[in-house]
T-cell receptor, first 111, second 115 residues
């Protein structure tokens, strides 16, 4: 069936470097995507979203890129900090605001 | 209002027992969702309410699961005759229909362990 998935389950980066987390989706009709951050013992926290009529959206230290041709989106985190350590999920809105999540990428920051 | 509240945070129960979880959404949010998250996986949709009406249920929601939102405010999720496979984090979220980025806000979840 259709799904939202991630390329890598874990990612380790040096503090201060930029992080790039990738996500692939299969539903070409998808029109709204959200990136979430989930810290241990907490619920997912909204980071940034993007609609299918956009290729790029920037927030504070984060950028989301959407490539509809290859059905791929990425989350870029600039100047990664220890507080960025978490699991990151991409999610797609389907139907009446039902979220379909990918498996997640665990981001680890090395000092 | 500080966000979505879930109670309890943790629940350990014996197989075969019934458990009930509560979710208090953000007060002005009219949509409320339940998700289940197992270790290492993303959350999976279970069901959602708009006001007091339950409008969609996932196939994951077996007959042993029931959710209510009687007054369109807080919601409860009950699991009857719990099984070990029910062990998971149960997440509640709320949103405002039609609002901006939907304002989707998650609670911290209830972690259920069935022994």
């Amino acid at each position: 069936g259709e799904s939202v998935g991630l390329h890598l389950p874990t990612l380790s980066v040096q503090e201060g470097d930029n992080s790039i987390i990738n996500c692939a989706y299969s539903n070409s009709a998808s029109d709204y995507f959200i990136w979430y951050k989930q810290e241990s013992g907490k619920g997912p926290q909204f980071i940034i979203d993007i609609r299918s009529n956009m290729d790029k959206r920037q927030g504070q230290r984060v950028t989301v890129l959407l490539n509809k041709t290859v059905k791929h989106l990425s989350l870029q985190i600039a100047a990664t900090q220890p507080g960025d350590s978490a699991v990151y999920f991409c999610a797609e809105i389907r139907g009446a605001q039902k979220l379909v999540f990918g498996q997640g990428t665990r981001l680890t920051i090395n000092p | 209002d500080t966000g979505v509240s879930q109670d309890p945070r943790h629940k350990i129960t014996k197989r075969g027992q019934n458990v009930t979880f509560r979710c208090d959404p953000i007060s002005e949010h009219n949509r409320l969702y339940w998700y289940r998250q197992t270790l290492g996986q993303g959350p999976e949709f279970l069901t959602y309410f708009q006001n007091e009406a339950q409008l969609e249920k996932s196939r994951l929601l077996s007959d042993r699961f029931s959710a209510e939102r009687p007054k369109g405010s807080f919601s409860t999720l009950e699991i009857q005759r719990t099984e070990q496979g029910d062990s998971a984090m149960y997440l509640c979220a709320s949103s405002l229909a039609g609002g901006g980025n939907y304002g989707y806000t998650f609670g911290s979840g209830t972690r259920l362990t069935v022994v």
